[in-house]
């Protein structure tokens, strides 16, 4: 609008744009308060009068939905006016475009942040809020590569030095360190001692290790949330190691107890004669297998004949495969996998990223044969995890503590649940049971979760936990629902790659789902993640996970 200088006269237009204008700035500005005292509303503690604050609680905000629509009108009458005033040729297009855009862009941010908003959070009165500061790991590797001459005590030491340089955290400000692994080395039975005062922090700080297959880091990690929750501490350190580069491998039974025999010996002839009953059969060995002491069969077998039992299909499976490594590809070339940190094995170069993502084609994948029900089973070496070397470490904290110590937390750990089912049939469903219980828990549906992580142990398991929960007669028959619980939208399910591409060191990866969805909660702008995973002996284990406000 170019300035005039005759003011006796004003131009009628001019006039109706100024009134026009201010009455568009005034509802604006009413807008935004109004909306910050409705999403004040959702995120306060009088949302109902039960005083329950979860979505799916059965009360109607009644301020939101008239805020909704108070927005909705305001809108109107901007857009209208806006565009009466273009018309009028008081203004110029230009000008006025620009404004306009500014407007709906203001708006469309309001509007952003009660959308995110009008989600309620998951605190409960008198229930301590525990946070995920933060969560590193060092890559996953092949076994008998890069890392094949360490020990689990060196990884998992890399692990806890890491989280110290990325925190900044004081050796001697955490209560409690706890560990998960599987195979345990003999020599460091108590991996989470060795590898706590290996990595520098202070000796008077307790540490223990705990097992529980694929899902012994997330013991540590629930652990770590049970003994902050009692009041027992503040700031834990969990996390989880696994190295299948140099697995214990034992002599016979029959070599042992002769072994035991020769050093209680007490004279010459003794011991040659417990030397000259050694026969060649108490020279074979007994090699670690990944199998069930209960059945007898091995996890890639029954994962077959879950597959079989879902009518999963080998192309299924490969091609589930195919998108875990070229979605875990994507996330590696974009920098989204920001919890691996950098680590100079001795002797060797440094190591920064996972050296097991490697995409190929349907048609390569198609060429394996089947892995452990031959010939015609559907499990691969290309549609099952590989064996992995690896681990991890997460800072937890309650929110008081860590906000005290200047941190700005990444997620909220919330509700949790542990499984068991029959280990025989049902061995790899740990995720089926999990998600209906843990939403239930959190009062959740599975429309509300943003952001889903399952560990892939095979692409044959994943599968049939998808049409498990997907079925009415698998919900009714073994869940006691009155209908299926419902798969997850794949739009949302493991956007990062998984457990097939980016390794599975059996004790590290719960730790890593953990992480990832606070990262992808960050990076996606959703409120709440799901974890779940299977593990050996028929269990599972869930978790919901809620973004920090940003």
Not at 19 to 35: E, I, K, P, R, Y
Not at 160 to 181: C, H, N
Not at 210 to 229: D, E, F, P, Q, R
Request: aromatic share 6%; charged share 20%.
């Amino acid at each position: 609008m170019p300035y005039r200088a005759d003011v006796s006269e004003p131009d009628p237009s001019l006039t109706r744009f100024t009134v026009s204008f201010w009455f568009a700035l005034c509802c604006l500005c009413l807008n935004q308060t109004h909306g910050a005292i409705v999403s004040g509303r959702g995120q306060g503690e009088a949302a109902s009068p039960s005083g329950d604050r979860r979505v799916g609680a059965k009360h109607v905000n009644h301020s939101s939905l008239t805020g909704s629509l108070f927005k909705s009108v305001q809108q109107n009458i901007m857009a209208s006016m806006l565009l009466n005033t273009m018309r009028a040729g008081s203004v110029s297009p230009s000008w006025a475009v620009r404004l306009g855009a500014r407007s709906l862009s203001t708006t469309a941010q309001l509007h952003a942040q009660v959308q995110t908003k009008s989600k309620k959070t998951l605190s409960r009165p008198g229930v301590k809020n525990i946070v995920l500061v933060e969560g590193v790991r060092t890559p996953f590797l092949l076994s008998g590569t890069t890392y094949a001459d360490l020990m689990p005590h060196d990884l998992a030491r890399a692990a806890l030095q890491g989280l110290l340089q990325r925190t900044g955290l004081s050796k001697d400000a955490v209560d409690y360190i706890i560990y998960g692994t599987v195979i345990q080395e003999v020599k460091t039975s108590n991996v989470a001692r060795e590898a706590s005062l290996g990595a520098g922090f202070s000796d008077k700080i307790p540490s223990h290790t705990v097992t529980m297959a694929c899902i012994s880091s997330n013991v540590a990690m629930t652990s770590a949330v049970g003994l902050i929750a009692a009041g027992q501490c503040d700031s834990v350190v969990a996390g989880g190691v696994e190295f299948m580069s140099d697995v214990p491998i034992r002599h016979s039974r029959k070599m042992r107890k002769t072994m035991l025999s020769l050093n209680k010996a007490k004279t010459l002839g003794q011991r040659l004669s417990l030397i000259g009953s050694i026969r060649m059969a108490h020279l074979s060995p007994e090699l670690p297998a990944v199998a069930e002491f209960s059945t007898a069969e091995s996890m890639g077998h029954s994962a077959d004949r879950l597959a079989a039992a879902f009518g999963v299909s080998r192309v299924e499976q490969d091609e589930f495969a195919l998108r875990s490594h070229t979605l875990a590809k994507s996330a590696q070339d974009a920098g989204l996998l920001k919890d691996v940190i950098s680590f100079k094995v001795p002797g060797r170069d440094i190591v920064s990223k996972d050296n097991g993502i490697r995409p190929s084609s349907m048609e390569q994948m198609g060429r394996l044969k089947a892995a452990f029900i031959k010939p015609h089973g559907t499990v691969t070496a290309a549609n099952s995890s590989f064996l992995t070397d690896g681990a991890s470490a997460v800072l937890v904290m309650s929110e008081e503590k860590a906000l005290a110590m200047g941190y700005k937390p990444k997620a909220y750990l919330r509700d949790f649940v542990y499984v068991s089912q029959d280990p025989k049939d049902q061995l790899l469903l740990g995720p089926t049971y999990g998600t209906p219980k843990v939403l239930e828990r959190a009062g959740l549906a599975m429309s509300d979760i943003d952001v889903f992580e399952f560990h892939e142990a095979f692409a044959g398991q994943i599968m049939a936990n998808l049409k498990a929960m997907d079925s009415d007669w698998f919900g009714q028959t073994y869940l006691g629902r009155k209908s299926k619980v419902g798969a997850p939208p794949m739009e949302k399910f493991n956007l990062w790659g998984g457990s097939l591409s980016l390794g599975h060191p059996f004790g590290a990866t719960g730790c890593r789902l953990v992480t990832t969805v606070a990262h992808r909660l960050q990076k996606e702008g959703g409120q709440y993640g799901l974890v779940a995973a299977c593990a050996a002996g028929g269990q599972g284990h869930a978790m919901v996970i809620e973004a920090y406000p940003q």
